[in-house]
């Protein structure tokens, strides 16, 4: 059964497909559709993106991912990575995973290049009614959680 649903917002509207099944080949498609795109991966669901055909080729950095990642040196980190491998303003980021990851990711593709394209796939349940929805991104401070972030949507 797949379902498709048009998340409206003030700035933009998105769509959030629900299909058993499906991360292979709707990762498949992102990939064959853009030549710049860059995974962030929960190491711990690495296996679903080894199923794709040349995932060695592909550009992605694997995450040990807790609320623990969601600090500026994990940022900084991880964006310096995005950098080097030559995104341009049409780049896609893709997270695979939990929540923290979605939020970092959104965090991230929000301000590297003042913004490019992200595209989440959450793999827990809270990821999927929260982070990856709604458009809420962000990182924690020595002062509390998420008390820095942006409001970006996904595409």
């Known amino acids: 059964m797949k379902k498709k649903i048009i998340l409206k917002t003030k700035n933009k509207n998105y769509t959030i497909n629900i299909e058993p099944e499906s991360i292979v080949k709707n990762l498949q498609t992102i990939i064959n559709k853009h030549d710049k795109s860059v995974f962030l991966i929960d190491r711990k669901v690495f296996y679903v993106f080894k199923k794709i055909k040349n995932f060695k080729k592909q550009n992605y950095i694997l995450i040990n991912c807790s609320e623990k990642i969601k600090s500026f040196k994990n940022y900084a980190e991880i964006s310096q990575k995005i950098l080097k491998f030559g995104i341009n303003r049409n780049t896609k980021i893709i997270a695979i995973g939990g929540g923290s990851l979605g939020d970092l990711s959104g965090f991230i593709a929000s301000t590297i290049l003042r913004g490019v394209d992200l595209i989440h796939f959450p793999t827990t349940l809270l990821a999927q009614v929260d982070s ?24």
């Open 132 to 155: 990856s929805i709604g458009g809420k991104n962000g990182i924690n401070t020595t002062s509390g959680k998420n008390l820095v972030g942006t409001f970006y949507q996904p595409k």
